[in-house]
């Protein structure tokens, strides 16, 4: 059978394949997109930030209702959970989005073919679908294929109360014991379902701090509740083994050198993702891959094959959607003759959980690690009457800034909505904005939004609501 031809192939279906296919065809170029589920959206949609941003949302709604609201003389008798109505109601936010998903694609004139793509040289790629395998050369083929939790051999029995993301979403039962492996941003969001559905949770993180890299004072508001709201949370202890207990999973774990044994109803693992390359046949075409199996691109997302590009999870980085979209954008826009590149963008960070933490830039941590002298700007939201009004004190605004020129260089926050909170922070950085043009514009009030003008206030020392301990002068 000849090969069919199309201009541009995009492999994988999620924020980075489906973006960079909308964004070609509206580009005027031709466009096939392969996706080997049955449905769009990849990871983000189907089993990652949309599904568990719907179960934060719907058990937030609890634990305001139990934990804020009889101070405000409002109770409310005990919820009752039915799984199986929020799995549909879960399940139809993610048909409402891959269904918008599809129509975008099909109002664009993009071609969508359901099946596994498999590259077998640099020209031609091989798609397994229900009907058998077709071929399609193209000249341009952009890898999206995205990535898988990670699942330690030693984990690995083929049991399922050993459960990644993808099924803790699934939100098969309420586990009475949940240890959770890894105090990263997904292991920290699904330990904040879990807990307020009533799972009594453990949670071991190897490393001595939870969400590692960010700044301690950002962090601290998320372990307080942590260890609030959970069993346990233990710092520096070590997963060694798992084993089938019955019903239940034995685990060993090392703890300050110290071995023991322990029995969970499920363990939840969250210990890293790894990029989906094996079958897809880049051993036939010129695309190397980093130690880890990451695809290496250079800032214009060209692999060394001159005809693959590849972006989102599986070149590494920053694994969030919104970067996967912005290389996309990079990649289509290099593929259409644009000088573009993925250099110096503001890529922010959200972790959804009680309270939300947010930030974009160079982290305080950061410039201190890498010896940049910077001044820090902190608004405490205790001092903001928006965050009394909904309870939420438990928040702090930063804004990192280049003592000569002024320049903020990076924010981070803490707080309830702290993720609706940071895209000022990337529009401050991306334009070059100085604490002064952050002071001066004038922000709603009573507003989250205004410990950003606060903060910057502070750094002159003028904040209207808090006292700063030192003052730069503020020059009109
Ligand atoms: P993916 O979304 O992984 O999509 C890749 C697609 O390629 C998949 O649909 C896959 O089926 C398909 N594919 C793979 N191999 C082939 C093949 N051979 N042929 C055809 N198709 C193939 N990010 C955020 O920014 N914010 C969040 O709040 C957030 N929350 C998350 C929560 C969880 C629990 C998880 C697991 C992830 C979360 N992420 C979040 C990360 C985010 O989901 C990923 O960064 C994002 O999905 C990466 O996009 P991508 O397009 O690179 O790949």
Same mark, same amino acid.
């Given at each position: 059978m000849d090969p069919l031809k199309v201009d541009i192939v995009v492999v994988g279906a999620g924020p980075g394949g489906y973006a960079a296919a909308f964004y070609a065809a509206d580009r005027g170029r031709q466009v096939m997109l392969v996706e080997r589920?049955?449905?769009?959206?990849?990871v983000c949609l189907n089993r990652g930030c949309i599904p568990s941003k719907a179960l934060l949302h719907a058990t937030e709604l609890m634990r305001e209702a139990k934990e804020l609201s009889p101070a405000r003389g409002i109770t409310f008798g005990e919820p009752s959970v039915s799984l199986e109505k929020l799995r549909a109601w879960k399940e139809s936010v993610l048909a409402k989005l891959a269904g918008g998903i599809s129509a975008l694609a099909k109002a664009r004139g993009v071609q969508v073919l359901y099946g596994r793509g498999h590259f077998e040289d640099s020209a031609t790629l091989r798609v397994e679908t229900s009907e058998g395998q077709k071929f399609f050369t193209y000249e341009t083929a952009i890898i999206a294929v995205g990535s898988k939790p990670a699942m330690p051999q030693a984990f690995d029995l083929g049991n399922p109360r050993i459960m990644t993301s993808t099924e803790a979403l699934e939100l098969e039962e309420i586990p009475k014991e949940l240890l959770v492996v890894g105090g990263g941003y997904i292991g920290l969001e699904l330990s904040t379902v879990f807990a307020t559905l009533g799972s009594r949770i453990v949670l071991a993180e190897a490393l001595d701090a939870i969400l590692m890299g960010l700044d301690a004072d950002l962090a601290r508001p998320v372990l307080r509740y942590a260890e609030k709201h959970f069993k346990e949370v233990r710092l520096g202890a070590k997963v060694l083994t798992m084993a089938t207990s019955g019903k239940q999973i034995k685990v060993t774990v090392e703890v300050a050198g110290a071995q023991r044994d322990e029995v969970y109803d499920r363990v939840l693992v969250a210990v890293g993702r790894t990029p989906?390359? $094996?079958?897809?046949?880049?051993?036939?075409?010129?695309v190397t891959q980093d130690e880890k199996g990451f695809i290496k691109v250079n800032a214009r997302q060209q692999?060394?094959?001159? $005809?693959l590009y590849a972006i989102g999870d599986?070149?590494?980085? $920053?694994?969030l959607a919104h970067k996967a979209s912005k290389e996309a954008r990079v990649a289509v826009e290099v593929i259409t003759g644009e000088s573009s590149a993925f250099e110096q963008i503001t890529i922010p960070a959200v972790v959804f959980t009680d309270p939300e933490v947010a930030w974009c830039g160079l982290t305080e941590s950061e410039a201190r690690a890498k010896g940049i002298a910077v001044e820090v700007a902190k608004y405490p939201w205790a001092a903001s009457g928006r965050a009394l009004s909904l309870d939420r004190t438990d928040g702090l605004t930063k804004l990192v800034v280049d003592?000569?020129?002024?320049?903020?260089l990076g924010v981070g926050l803490v707080g309830a909505r702290a993720g609706e909170l940071i895209s000022e922070g990337v529009l401050a950085i991306e334009m070059g904005a100085t604490a002064k043009d952050l002071a001066e514009s004038v922000h709603p009030h009573p507003t989250l939004s205004e410990t950003l003008m606060e903060a910057a206030e502070m750094f002159y020392g003028t904040s209207t609501h808090a006292i700063a301990r030192k003052r730069n002068a503020l020059t009109a």
């Open positions: 589920d049955g449905r769009l959206g990849g989906n390359c $094996a079958n897809l046949g880049l051993e036939n075409t010129k692999t060394d094959d001159p $005809a599986v070149v590494g980085g $920053a694994m003592p000569q020129t002024e320049r903020i």
